[in-house]
């Protein structure tokens, strides 16, 4: 009985050092899911909100509204520059054929190019944001980060509002698809920079 005995023990005691190590892992995506669902409640598309930010938790521990912003931001980015992508094709192509929606095609290039511009600044501006030194720079940047994006998210509107109705070709479906997606991601980008600037204002009026 002895070695059936130790065997069991030692399966245990292994079983154990697994658990001791996979728990904080679990524990903290969890904590950090849940951290993310909370934020999200305040944005305007909730459910995409979860949906675009849940897959980061798994990397790293969420639990700051600067750190919550700066991803939604680069997931904004990032969907703005496949979008690009897809337009410059497209418009290639049209503009070899002589299509008559080049134009309105290109123009909608244009503006998600600008928001493309504005997000970049955005980031940029956001990493230079100190939490520990707050002077009359910070809310000089929290004040272009907030301009900046709301420019891109009036960008990606604009090209929207191009593609109206619902009777429209497959090409024009797809556009209108891939720049709703970025007119959404931006606009919960927004919410929760919004979230942190409320915050960072009043912790920065509570400091002598």
């Not at 934020?39 to 990397?59: A, D, H, V, W």
């Not at 929606?101 to 493309?116: A, F, K, P, R």
């Not at 929207?160 to 109705?165: A, L, R, S």
Request: proline letters at 3%.
């Amino acid at each position: 009985m002895a070695k059936p005995r130790l065997s069991f023990l030692l399966i245990l005691s292994i079983s154990c050092m697994i658990m001791g190590r996979v728990e904080p892992s679990f524990a903290r995506r969890s904590k950090s899911r849940a951290y993310v669902e909370a934020s999200c409640r305040s944005t305007r598309y909730p459910e995409l909100c979860i949906q675009s930010l849940s897959g980061f938790t798994n990397m790293t521990e969420l639990q700051s509204p600067q750190q919550l912003a700066h991803i939604a931001l680069s997931v904004s980015l990032y969907k703005a520059r496949y979008t690009r992508s897809y337009l410059f094709k497209v418009c290639k192509e049209l503009k070899a054929i002589k299509a008559k929606d080049y134009q309105t095609v290109q123009d909608c290039l244009e503006q998600i190019n600008s928001g493309i511009v504005q997000l970049t600044q955005s980031i940029k501006e956001l990493r230079c944001l100190s939490q520990k030194v707050v002077n009359d720079d910070s809310f000089l940047r929290i004040n272009n980060v907030e301009t900046w994006v709301s420019a891109a998210l009036t960008d990606a509107s604009t090209c929207v509002e191009q593609f109206p109705g619902r009777n429209m070709s497959k090409l024009k479906a797809t556009i209108k698809g891939k720049v709703l997606n970025v007119e959404q991601v931006t606009s919960n980008a927004l919410a929760l920079f919004h979230q942190f600037a409320v915050r960072y204002r009043a912790s920065a009026t509570k400091k002598p």
